[in-house]
Structures are given as C-alpha cells and as structure tokens.
C-alpha cells in the first residue's frame, strides 16, 4: 500500500533563527526595491508618450514579468524564514512550478527579443520604424508569452503525472523541477534528460541567437568612425548585455548540469541570485545607466510636485 503525498515541505535556506531574521528583513528589502522599482518603470512606459519606443515596449514587458517572477517565490520564502508552518499544497506546488518556469523562459525570449530590436536600431536604422513596427513589437512579445507558456506546460504535465509516496521535503524554498524529482517514488532518468533537452533547446537557441545579434553589432560598431555614435549605440547595449549575462549564467550553472545533492545545495544558492537579487537589480541597472528612463522619471515627479504645489 502507498500513501501519496498531497502537500510538501519546502526545507527554506537555513534552520538558524538568528540567521534566519537577517535574511528575512535582506529579502524583504530585495523584494521592496523590485517591487517599486519594476512597477515604476511599467507606468513610466505606459504614461511617458517619450518612452513609447520598440526598447522600452519590451523593457516594459521584462519589468512586468521580473516583479511577477519574483512574487511567485520570494512571499513563501519570507514567510517561511519567520514562521514555522512551511507546507505547500501538491496543487499549489504544482502550481508554483509552472508559474515560475512560464516566467522565466518567457524573459529568456524576451532578452531575445530586445537584442533583435538593438541589432535592427543600430545595424539597419532605416529600415528601423518599418522592421519594428507596433505590429511587429506585439506579435514578438506576444509570440515571447505563448513560448514561455508551453515551455512550462510541458514540464508541469511531466513532473505532476510522477508518483509522489514517500518523502516529501523539498530541498528547496520554492518548488522546482529537480529537487521534485528526487523525491519521485519512480525511476526519473527520462524526465532529467528532457528537462535537460527542453531547458537547453529554450536557453541555449535563445542565448546563441542573443551572440549572434552581438557579433553584427560589434562588427557594424567598428566601423563607425565617431567616438559620440560609437558610444552612443553602446549606452543601449550594455544595460541589456548584463542583464542577459545575471541571467543566463545562472540558468546554465542551474538547469544544465546532472542532479546530485550538492549541486541541489549550489542551485539553491543560485535561485537567489536570479528569484530575489536580480529581478530587483534590473531596473537600476536599465534606469541608472538609461538618460531617458532618468529624464522620464524626474519629468514625472516634477509634475506631481507641481500638481501639489497648485492644490495647496
């Protein structure tokens, strides 16, 4: 007779409750600065008729998506370094998986995305307003959505048809592919080579494709004779270009290499690079380095200034 788990335990990051406070009030602050800092730059391209632009369309749908990717995961990882009730339901682990894996590739086709906008806006800017039409922009981020959707389908139908009898601590703060897997009362080889083929076919194809834009930007940027136009297409290619290696460095390290249990131990290690720290980090790395987010930043609190200013 087997006895199949309905809910799961998620182990956190640490059991110690000095450390455990710490963290709680460093995440909390993470949290705090991606969620005013993602959702400022979403209504900054929303009201800002300036910012209504191919790059900041798609910046916008990445600052979206990161503060959505963080909420998945950080929430249940502050309550459980504060409380001791850290049980998450079959379903709403199930759940969490596929939430969590939708919006990340969905960002890895989206950083794809941007860095076509980049290639086009520098390497054919003639062609730029007719190549990157509103038309174009939609169906690319659309097209992102929809990829990233049945990209995590298909893990989450897999992972939720396994047998789950026995153990039922997740090696984990949130619930991913891998350390679902080793509690899977079955033999799992097939499902760890799919998710190896599935995540390497979405993040390598995406990540080639990103170089690839990169090589013709770099080879059409040396042949530009002024220092100010050089420096010019290269102000909106770093902040992307750090983005995209936070990312991708950690899905690689992550996903792309066997499951044992110490890289289960590295990996959740990982996961606060890219589920706490770097969705709050993107929108300083886009809005310090950015003169026109910067510009429609301070053009908005200078009308709000002035609309208190009139009332009173």
Not at 56 to 62: C, M, S, T
Not at 143 to 160: A, E
Not at 167 to 176: E, G, M
Request: glycine share 4%.
């Amino acid at each position: 007779n087997q006895t199949f788990v309905t809910e799961f335990t998620l182990l956190g990051i640490t059991n110690l409750p000095q450390l455990q406070i710490l963290l709680f009030f460093t995440f909390l602050l993470f949290y705090l600065f991606c969620f005013v800092g993602n959702l400022s730059i979403v209504a900054l391209v929303i009201i800002d008729h300036g910012l209504h632009t191919p790059m900041y369309f798609f910046l916008g749908n990445l600052s979206f998506l990161d503060f959505f990717y963080s909420t998945t995961t950080v929430p249940k990882l502050l309550s459980g370094l504060i409380m001791e009730d850290k049980r998450i339901s079959f379903q709403g682990c199930i759940v969490q998986l596929h939430v969590f894996h939708f919006l990340g590739s969905t960002e890895a086709m989206l950083l794809m995305s941007m860095s076509y906008d980049r290639y086009v806006a520098i390497c054919n800017p003639l062609r730029y307003h007719i190549l990157m039409a509103k038309e174009a922009c939609i169906q690319l981020a659309l097209t992102s959505w929809l990829i990233g959707f049945l990209y995590s389908l298909s893990h989450t139908v897999l992972t939720s048809r396994l047998p789950f009898c026995g153990a039922n601590k997740v090696t984990h703060f949130y619930c991913d592919i891998k350390p679902l897997l080793k509690l899977a009362c079955t033999d799992t080889h097939i499902n760890e080579s799919l998710v190896t083929i599935i995540t390497g076919t979405v993040a390598l194809g995406t990540f080639i494709l990103i170089v690839i834009s990169y090589i013709f930007i770099a080879t059409h940027l040396k042949n530009i004779q002024s220092n100010q136009g050089r420096n010019k297409a290269l102000s909106t290619c770093t902040s992307h270009f750090t983005v995209v290696l936070l990312y991708y460095g950690t899905a690689f390290s992550t996903y792309l290499r066997p499951t044992t249990k110490d890289s289960l131990e590295q990996d959740r290690m990982s996961a606060i690079l890219f589920t706490v720290i770097t969705p709050a980090l993107n929108p300083l790395i886009y809005g310090l380095r950015n003169k026109e987010v910067k510009k429609a930043l301070r053009k908005f609190l200078f009308t709000k200034i002035n609309m208190k200013h009139t009332i009173l």
